[in-house]
T-cell receptor, first 116, second 113 residues
Framework: EAGVAQSPRYKIIEKRQSVAFWCNPI?????LYWYQQILGQGPKLLIQ????????DSQLPKDRFSAERLKGVDSTLKIQPAKLEDSAVYLCASSSALAGGHNEQFFGPGTRLTVL | GDSVTQMEGPVTLSEEAFLTINCTYTATGYPSLFWYVQYPGEGLQLLLKATKADDKGSNKGFEATYRKETTSFHLEKGSVQVSDSAVYFCALRSGAGSYQLTFGKGTKLSVIP
């Protein structure tokens, strides 16, 4: 079974530029999550999708971050404009709605963003 | 709100030493508890989990017991190997209706031969 795919793996941009990350979850997983992991900290949830609907985006800085999952499969996370403090690893995870499945989230390798 | 506190690292051990990484939590209701591991250059992987009080999760020689009375979920391994060198994250998932994970800050473990 293929895992969660993310691209790009690394991205370096200057502040005030825009950047987008892509995630393809495990086939059949209805729930998709985006996390931000700042160096030295644990991942923090930014947004959670159930199919193509948003379940929780309470910690997403909506003035600059946006995310979509139009067809309920893959997803993009965008930052516009980027700030220095956005430097982090952006993790995508997915889980299944099958009984008990939501107890395990499967994570992708992450995209490491550096904002200069 | 929910929170997870785990011991700060880094932790350096010799091969075959005993490992304990402490984790305590604050949550409403009856959370599920997890340990995730992040090997160098790789994504987060679920190591073990426990979904109710007194459950013991175990995998790859690691164990953790869900202790409701002390709100703890300490990770233990009797004999660590060099290949166990990684960052370990304790996490919780609140009760029904929310699937999001709340993570601790992570503990970096280095095992030397």
């Amino acid at each position: 079974e293929a895992g969660v795919a993310q691209s790009p793996r690394y991205k370096i941009i200057e502040k005030r530029q825009s950047v987008a990350f892509w995630c393809n979850p495990i086939s059949g997983h209805a729930t998709l999550y985006w996390y931000q992991q700042i160096l030295g900290q644990g991942p923090k949830l930014l947004i959670q999708f159930q199919n193509n609907g948003v379940v929780d985006d309470s910690q997403l800085p909506k003035d600059r971050f946006s995310a979509e999952r139009l067809k309920g499969v893959d997803s993009t996370l965008k930052i516009q404009p980027a700030k220095l403090e956005d430097s982090a690893v952006y993790l995508c995870a997915s889980s299944s709605a099958l009984a008990g499945g939501h107890n395990e989230q499967f994570f992708g390798p992450g995209t490491r963003l550096t904002v200069l | 709100g929910d929170s997870v506190t785990q011991m700060e690292g880094p932790v350096t051990l010799s091969e075959e030493a005993f490992l304990t990484i402490n984790c305590t939590y604050t949550a409403t209701g009856y959370p599920s508890l997890f340990w995730y591991v992040q090997y160098p250059g790789e994504g987060l992987q679920l190591l073990l989990k426990a979904t109710k009080a007194d459950d013991k999760g175990s995998n790859k020689g690691f164990e953790a017991t869900y202790r409701k009375e002390t709100t703890s979920f300490h990770l233990e391994k009797g004999s660590v190997q060099v290949s166990d060198s990684a960052v370990y994250f304790c996490a919780l998932r609140s009760g029904a209706g929310s699937y999001q994970l709340t993570f601790g800050k992570g503990t970096k473990l280095s095992v030397i031969p």
